[in-house]
């Protein structure tokens, strides 16, 4: 990966230095309502004077090309040219908005991710994958670009409220479930009580970008970061469409681990009590989410429009023990339909 990441007590100065020494024309920075409200006023002073705010509404309804072009257009107002930056002050939806409106503004122009949820921070900020989502299908249109460097700060984290910190600690589940074993067993105990996030954060940075870096554009070893995503993400469109019942990205690929797990049993890969350990794990943090009979079949279907898939073949990340996975396992419209019906029995 070329980007910086910036963690830890130096990482104010680390970020100073950068805005200083690389002498960006404009400096314009991405928030939504709740970010220009709980987190602007702590890096206000760090940035530049004379920097632009744009403002967007949060929420994944919103991570829309509607949105995008809101944002264009407020850049092309304050004629930013091509030595400007952006900087992405929020969560995984702006992390990934901003990203992408910046990768294409112009064929492209600097970002700079300050990711202030958890799961922004341990993951959607890291790596580079941004887009946005279309007709329903999660990041459907997107491009990969890296930022210029990623600010970890958990002192935004105070403000996110326990549900979303949930949602992020999915995804740290996920990196132990995929690479780090005695992680795994070390935090089933430990779960959410955790005093200062910093050392977890960077732990799992450091997987996703050691993933990242071995191979950038998802051709091989990166799509392990997707176990719990083929059939998560099948769910989570599908509450997109719910009003009123939206789920948490992270609390849909709690699901997607649980049904993803269960077919590495299937395969004779993951032992049984390995299973169990999870399923114990995941069911002490997340609350079961009902999936109704008659829309199972519908929900798998989602599946087919995974960006992982070649042609009709879904193709998921399965495990071969907890701390190990292997990408590109075929798994059929019905394996996924029993997956799905299995979680419902627990
Ligand atoms: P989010 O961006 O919707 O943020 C959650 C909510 O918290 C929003 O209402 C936001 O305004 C608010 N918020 C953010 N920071 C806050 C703070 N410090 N204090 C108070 N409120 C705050 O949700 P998220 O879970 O951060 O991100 C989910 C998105 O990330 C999804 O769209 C998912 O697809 C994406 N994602 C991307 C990648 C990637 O590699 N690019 C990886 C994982 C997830």
Redesign the pocket.
């Known amino acids: 990966m070329t980007e910086e990441i910036f963690i830890g007590k130096d990482s104010e100065a680390q970020l100073k230095a950068l805005l200083d020494n690389r002498a960006f024309k404009k400096v314009v920075v991405l928030v939504?309502?709740?970010?220009q409200?709980?987190?602007y006023p702590l890096v206000k002073a760090i940035l530049p004077v004379g920097h632009h705010v744009i403002q967007i509404q949060?929420?994944?309804e919103n991570?829309t090309l509607a949105t995008c072009e809101h944002v264009w257009r407020q850049l092309t107002e304050l004629g930013l040219d091509r030595w400007a930056l952006v900087v992405n002050l929020?969560?995984?939806?702006?992390?990934?908005?901003g990203?992408f409106c910046a990768s294409l503004y112009k064929r492209g122009i600097r970002f700079l991710n300050v990711?202030?949820?958890?799961?922004?921070q341990v993951?959607?900020?890291?790596?580079?994958?941004?887009?946005v989502?279309f007709m329903g299908f999660?990041?459907h249109l997107?491009v990969f670009q890296e930022p210029v460097a990623v600010w970890v700060n958990p002192q935004?984290?105070?403000?996110?409220?326990q549900r979303?910190i949930k949602?992020?600690y999915a995804?740290m589940i996920k990196h132990w479930l995929i690479m780090d074993a005695a992680m795994f067993r070390e935090q089933r105990y430990v779960g959410l009580f955790t005093e200062d996030w910093t050392a977890l954060i960077e732990h799992s940075i450091n997987i996703?970008s050691k993933v990242v870096t071995a191979d950038p554009l998802e051709n091989g070893l990166r799509k392990i970061?997707n176990f719990g995503h083929t059939l998560g993400?099948a769910v989570?469109s599908y509450f997109l469409e719910k009003p009123g019942q939206m789920l948490?990205?992270?609390e849909a690929?709690a699901v997607g681990m649980v049904c993803e797990a269960w077919l590495s049993v299937q395969r004779g890969m993951l032992p049984i009590e390995e299973l169990e350990q999870l399923e114990s794990f995941i069911f002490s943090i997340y609350e079961k989410v009902s999936l109704p009979e008659t829309d199972i079949t519908q929900i798998s279907e989602r599946c087919l429009h995974d960006k992982k898939n070649s042609g009709a073949t879904i193709n998921c990340t399965l495990l071969q023990k907890i701390g190990e996975a292997v990408y590109d396992q075929p798994i059929t419209l019905s394996e996924a339909q029993s997956a799905l019906r299995y979680y419902q029995t627990l």
């Open positions: 939504d309502e709740n970010t409200r709980h987190c949060s929420g994944e991570k929020g969560g995984g939806v702006l992390t990934d908005l990203g990711p202030t949820t958890l799961l922004a993951d959607a900020s890291v790596g580079g994958k941004t887009g989502d999660k990041n997107g935004f984290l105070q403000t996110v409220d979303q949602s992020g995804e996703k970061l993400h989570e948490l990205h992270g690929i």
